[in-house]
């Protein structure tokens, strides 16, 4: 008898045990989910602050920069926007709201311009102009989370560390492979990685030629938007460093990170100047010092990429969902532009630029008409969900120039967006809004 009741006391103390470890796991996991969640809330306000037009020239992303300081104090704006509550779901993942005024960014933007900015681009009058133009009065986002330990590279700046390390996890050791990934194999994995270091390369090169040498200048002035800008500067990047390689929890999309010292950013541009500079507004002994004053910091960009559309359809299998079969294409648009002098080298320039506006507004005529559903296209789906409008914006504005030709009388631009970087904004909308139904 006694024997009895000391092996039950035992099972009931090695239960109580496993439940206690049980909870343990269960409130990580809640944590990490939590955490993965914040993260993608702050890039997904960013990338919403970033996408807004200062004038027609200059959008947000162009402005921050002019200077690490705009930069920091930007980020640091984005990073101090209150989080709503979070909701978790019976899956382990986790939602977090997110929203500010349109009034406070314009704000914040005025104060940053009047402490930092030494340019001409950019005028206080021109943020007066910005509350006219938007007509959306908050901006909206709802960060997405599962219980992984890693978090995304591309986050403004300071907000890995305001999230802290995982909790109970080790920040060294790497992160597991997504169960999604582990079901469509390696091939998938390395292909879509692959991709988005291209795109990230891409990104580096559309960053590297608008950085502004002097207030009238910047490095895409030095050959007028010509293929050869681009075939040089991407030569120069293929030996990058990545710095980060992310895999989404579910869904087939890697982003990659990648990072160039200044002094190879000042190598390449010296490079172009002296092959393919016409002015005398920067000489080539004046470049080191004008880039080390800007970018106080290595160069990095972020770039996505999917696999090729095989593994889409495994991974629709797996997911039992219907992915469109423009979600795994890049999605390409041409624009044209003309100038009376585009005869001359600024006349180019400036054809190119205004092709580059008439891509970008094909563009989103482009993605207004896609379908996502049998029964309903990007545009409708857009009116209906305000929150997601903003994120829609911020993608025209990040779309990348991948070619630029002259002919005689205009300039013809192609502009390039991964599908799966429009898909996933809707996405995540349509599988919130599917899991709130009753």
């Not at 045990?17 to 914040?38: M, N, P």
């Not at 910047?218 to 980060?244: C, H, K, P, W, Y």
């Not at 006349?347 to 205004?354: F, N, P, Q, S, V």
Request: proline content about 4%; hydrophobic content about 40%; charged content about 30%.
């Amino acid at each position: 008898m006694r024997f009895r009741m000391i092996a039950a006391a035992c099972v009931l103390a090695c239960t109580a045990l496993s439940a206690h470890g049980q909870d343990a796991a269960d409130a990580q996991k809640k944590l990490l989910a939590k955490r993965s969640a914040e993260a993608d809330a702050y890039r997904k306000l960013a990338e919403c602050v970033y996408g807004l037009q200062i004038n027609a020239r200059t959008y947000v992303k162009d402005f921050v920069t002019e200077s690490d300081e705009i930069k920091s104090d930007v980020d640091t704006f984005i990073r101090g926007i209150r989080l709503g509550t979070p909701t978790w779901y019976e899956d382990g993942s986790c939602e977090v709201p997110a929203e500010v005024t349109v009034e406070k960014v314009i704000e914040t933007l005025r104060e940053t311009h009047s402490r930092h900015y030494k340019g001409d681009r950019v005028t206080a009058t021109d943020f007066e102009s910005m509350t006219q133009k938007i007509e959306k009065k908050i901006i909206k986002a709802v960060g997405m989370g599962a219980p992984r330990e890693d978090i995304p590279r591309d986050l403004p700046e300071g907000v890995a560390e305001q999230l802290g390390p995982p909790p109970g996890g080790k920040t060294e050791s790497r992160p597991p492979i997504p169960d999604i990934w582990l079901k469509v194999g390696p091939q998938a994995r390395l292909m879509a990685i692959r991709a988005a270091r291209m795109d990230a390369m891409r990104r580096m090169a559309e960053r590297i030629k608008g950085l502004r040498l002097t207030s009238r200048t910047q490095v895409r002035d030095f050959v007028a938007e010509s293929d050869v800008i681009t075939t040089e500067m991407n030569t120069s990047l293929v030996g990058a460093e990545e710095i980060g390689t992310f895999l989404h929890h579910d869904e087939l999309i890697a982003e990659v990170t990648l990072r160039v010292p200044t002094e190879q950013v000042i190598t390449t541009i010296k490079s172009l100047h002296s092959r393919h500079y016409k002015g005398d507004d920067v000489k080539g002994m004046d470049i080191e010092k004008i880039v080390k004053e800007v970018v106080k910091k290595d160069f990095e960009a972020t770039g996505m990429g999917v696999p090729p559309q095989e593994q889409i359809r495994k991974y629709e299998q797996v997911t039992h969902q219907d992915v469109p079969d423009w979600a795994a294409e890049v999605i390409e648009v041409d624009g044209e532009g003309t100038d009376p002098e585009i005869t001359t080298a600024q006349g180019k320039l400036r054809a190119a630029r205004a092709a580059e506006l008439d891509a970008k507004r094909r563009l989103a005529e482009h993605i207004a008409g896609l379908q996502l559903t049998s029964e309903t296209v990007v545009k409708e789906f857009v009116t209906q969900h305000d929150a997601i409008s903003t994120q829609v914006d911020a993608i025209m504005v990040d779309a990348v120039v991948s070619k630029t030709r002259f002919t005689e009388q205009t300039a013809v631009v192609t502009v390039t967006v991964p599908g799966m970087r429009v898909w996933r904004v809707f996405h995540e909308e349509i599988r919130r809004t599917t899991r709130s139904q009753p």
